[in-house]
Each structure stands twice: as C-alpha cells, then as structure tokens.
C-alpha cells in the first residue's frame, strides 16, 4: 500500500492548491479510486488474531480534538468510557489535513501509545482503509477490533464492505445504523447510544451573535458539499417562506454554515431575497458556543433527508428549544410525537451521485406543507410552544442517559472477554 499511502497523504497536504486549479469532483474521485483500490486488498491483510500479548482495557482511536460532529461524537464515547470504569486511553488519528481541531477538553487521556487488547476506531467506514494505510496493520494485530461507524442510509456503500474485514465486531449509535449493518455481515453489530450532554454560557447570547432580542427566530445549519444535499436547506427555506411570507417583520430566519464557500453565501441570499431578518452565521464556533446558539434562538429546524443520529437535534431538545425534523433515520430513536414536531415524508431515489451517496439509494423527502404549519403553531401558540420544548427535554435525558450507555458498555467488554479466555 506503500506507494498509494504516499499519494494519498501528498494530495491531502497540497489539497488548498489542487482546489484552485482541480474541481472538488476530480479530487474526490482520485481519492475514492485509490480508497477502493486498496479496501479491496484488505482480505488479504492476514491480522493476528487475538492473543495476550497486550494489558486488559480500551483504546479509543478516533479524531478527539476535531470541533466537528464526528469529533464530539468521539468525545461522547470517551465519556461513556470513563462512566463505565473501563480502563482505557485516546489516540487522536485523522486523515491529513484534517478539520479544525481546537477541542481540547480530553487531552489529558491522549497518548501516542496504545497499551490496550480491545481497539475502538471510532473511524466512519469511508475513512477506515486510510487509517489502515496510515497506522500500519501492527495496531490490529494480537488485538479485539471494534468499529464505531456512522452512516445515514439504509444503503451501504458495496466499496465500503471490505473495510468489515479488519474489524471482530461493528458498533454504532443508533438501531437504524445497526439494522442497516447487519444485511452486510455476519459479525456482531450491536448500538451503543449517546450519552447527551449539550453546555451553554450565557455569554453567548443574541447579542454575542448579531441576533435581535425582539424577533421570533428559526435556526437552520449546513455545511458544503454533499452534507448541504443531505441537509436539506431547500425545504427549510421554503418552508419558511410558505409559513410568513415577505411581510412579517416579527420573524427571522438564522442560518449558520459550516465549511462554507462564497458560493453558500450568495446561495442563502438567493434563496431569500426579498425577505425579512435573516441572519448569515458563518464563523467558525466553539461546540460551547454552538451550543449556545441553538439556546439563543426560538425553534431548530432539520427537514434532513437522512441522519446517522442527529447529534444537534438531541442537543436542541436537551436545551429547552423546541425541533422541527423529519420523522426519518436514526433520530427517530429519541424524539415522539409529544417531544418534537416530526414531519411526515416520502422516499425518494436519489438520482445522481451525490458522493459518499449514490444514485439509486433512497432518502427522505419532507412535507414542506407540514412544516411550515408547525413553523406557524409554534409562533403562534405559546402553549404547544411550552409543551415541545419542556417534553423535548425530558425525553432526550431519560433515552439518552449516561447509565443505560454504561450498562451496555460493561456487559458487552464482559461477554468478548468472557468469549476470549
């Protein structure tokens, strides 16, 4: 693998100047081709299997500083982790160049060393064969390989399937991921659910972000590229305009953008011109201040097609501010009826590659009629307004607590050791 590894991580280091002379598309494709290339080497990878060569505990391995929804995820598992009185460490790993990473609440549990006999790679599936090629097969042998992966579909990438081979088991935090796995394997799959917790600080207030006090605010978030597909701000903005037209001064739309580019910006603007009080957040923010934010405003808003888990929308709930989501994938695990405004859906087959998604797999497409009434009732009626955000909170803390991760954690560390002696 030697010598993709070496154009891998070339092309990841000089990636700032290949964009500006190379589409995004042609990238991706060099860098899906080699990816496939090599996972498909990967039965033959001949791991060691489990031996008592190292210690008893965990290592954690995944990018635990990225200020990214897949680095707080990792920090989740850490925490659970430490509840559960496991031993174990954190090896922070990313793909070159990597994100921001700036979250440095966990450092004093990293190490470059890796003493432990059970890995976690809490590294998604689309990055598992470049963390083989970068880490080198010693961190797999004479251990027992746990994935933790996220995955928003019921589809599984085919390119994707052979990266199975270098794992003993699967875990994942939701059942709609589990349910999707277990058609491609026969390995044990099993769901470790989150743990939420979701700080504030008052010093982040309206104020802090350029929000009016006098205005009923929605909030939408997205990022670029394909995860904007998958989020879906289309329906947001539709549905928000359907709900107030261009004359309702009381009301305001903020729209916060993540790995933004200039062409998200006129986009947005576009997308609402001639419209009232909306709000372009661009900046790149701590998760404290993330966080923050979602408590500032009114209502959060998530009319995606499609979620691995839906970190924000438990985050929301946790808060007090009430959602509006779609009543589809893994987030349909902690939301009901009483507890948030789940918007009905159809699937529909996406008709062109959207990479990692492909033509010919399906996803949700949300009422837009739908959310645009609930976007009016909670403006409306403060009582049904008070009911979803005092019930949402309620409802993520009593299915996503700390004691039932723990639980789960303990007994299955018990039964692979037990299956191991």
Known sequence: MGLSK?????????RPVLLKIVPQSVLSSVKESIVRRNTDKLKNANIIPYDRTYKEGINLIGNIRAETGLGQSTRLIADI????????VLHDFFVPPGPSMNDHTHDDKITDELPYDINIFHINASEFTLAFMNMGQDVWNHRYNIAYWLWELEEFPEEWLGCIDLVDEIWTPADFITNTLKKYTDKPVMTLPYCVEAPVSEEFD?????????????????????IMERKNPDSVFEAYKQAFGTDNDNVGIVVKINEYSDEDITYVRKALSGYKNVYILSDTLTKVQVNSLIKAVDVFVSLHRAEGFGLVLAEAMLNGTPTIATNWSANTEFVCPEAACLVDYKMIEIDKDIPPYKKGYHWADA???????FMERLYKDKDFYDS???NGGRYVREALNMERSTKIVKERVENIRRKLC
């Open 6 to 14: 070496l154009a891998l991580d070339t092309a990841e280091k000089l």
């Open 81 to 88: 982790l430490e509840a559960s009185g496991e031993e174990y």
């Open 206 to 226: 309206r104020k802090y972000f350029g929000l009016p006090d006098d205005k009923f605010l929605f909030l939408m978030m997205f990022a670029s590229g394909s």
């Open 367 to 373: 009422d837009i009629d739908q959310a645009a009434q």
């Open 388 to 390: 979803i955000a005092v």
